[in-house]
């Protein structure tokens, strides 16, 4: 079975750029077909796609963030990463990792999903 | 790119049907046949229910089911039950790579 689990400070401080990683378990990264992709969602609020990465190291990134934005890949530890720059207190929200499945081109669903990790920016 | 729009709430008593819309564009909802539905209550990490319009991943319950008319999609829950009280979020794929969900709708089990 399939798991995600997102690991990374809770606490960032502004300005700083906010880091977190993916570890997969039960089943490869390198999976053809999938991208692997961050979700996040301000307390209260709603979802955002922030960008998918393939194992190849190809990436997609939601046009809004796109320059704050980076996403690795180290398939040699089955994990991903997330880097976000020039953090605000509008960055504060809970981050998911989540398998996303690509098809013929197309961006379609997440599944599964990580439990999620709170990221808090405040000094 | 904007967000999707679905009602910010719908309610239902068990045993009922609720509907739930998520409205967008020719861009995205109307424009692909791949937009998805996740559960999520609270605290947890949303859930897959539904993907291509229509599709039921396995073991998710057929009382869900989806819908897509125009630039508007829709989560039917069928004999609602106490369980299916939670949050509900559709996505599109928006084009030029990009993906967009929407703004949610809580559903409430009376």
């Known amino acids: 079975q399939l798991q995600l689990q997102e690991s990374g400070p809770g606490l960032v401080k502004p300005s700083e750029t906010l880091s977190l990683t993916c570890t997969v378990s039960?089943?490869?990264?390198?999976?053809?077909?999938?991208?692997w992709g961050w979700i996040r969602q301000p307390p209260g609020k709603g979802l955002e796609w922030i960008g998918s990465?393939?194992?190849?190291?190809?990436?997609y990134y939601n046009p809004s963030l796109k320059s704050r934005v980076t996403i690795s890949v180290d398939t040699s530890k089955n994990q991903f990463s997330l880097k976000l720059s020039s953090v605000t207190a509008a960055d504060t929200a809970v981050y998911y990792c989540?398998?996303?499945?690509?098809?013929?081109?197309?961006?379609?669903?997440?599944?599964?999903w990580g439990q999620g990790t709170l990221v808090t920016v405040s000094s | 790119q904007s967000a999707l729009t679905q009602p910010p709430s719908a309610s239902g008593s068990p045993g009922q049907s609720v509907t739930i819309s998520c409205t967008g564009t020719?861009?995205?909802?109307?424009?692909?046949?791949?937009v998805s539905w996740y559960q999520q209550h609270p605290g947890k990490a949303p859930k897959l229910m539904i993907y291509?319009?229509?599709k039921r991943p396995s073991g998710v319950p057929d009382r869900f089911s989806g819908s897509k008319s125009g630039n508007t999609a829709s989560l039917t829950v069928s004999g609602l039950q106490a369980e299916d009280e939670a949050d509900y979020y559709c996505?599109?794929?928006?084009?030029?790579?990009?993906?967009?969900f929407g703004t949610g709708t809580k559903v409430t089990v009376l």
């Open positions: 989540a398998r996303h499945k690509r098809v013929r081109g197309v961006f379609n669903w997440f599944d599964p």
């Open positions: 039960g089943g490869s990264i390198s999976s053809s077909s999938y991208y």
């Open positions: 990465i393939y194992y190849s190291g190809s990436t």
């Open positions: 020719s861009s995205d909802v109307g424009g692909y046949n791949y």
């Open positions: 291509e319009v229509s």
């Open positions: 996505s599109s794929y928006a084009g030029s790579n990009n993906l967009v």
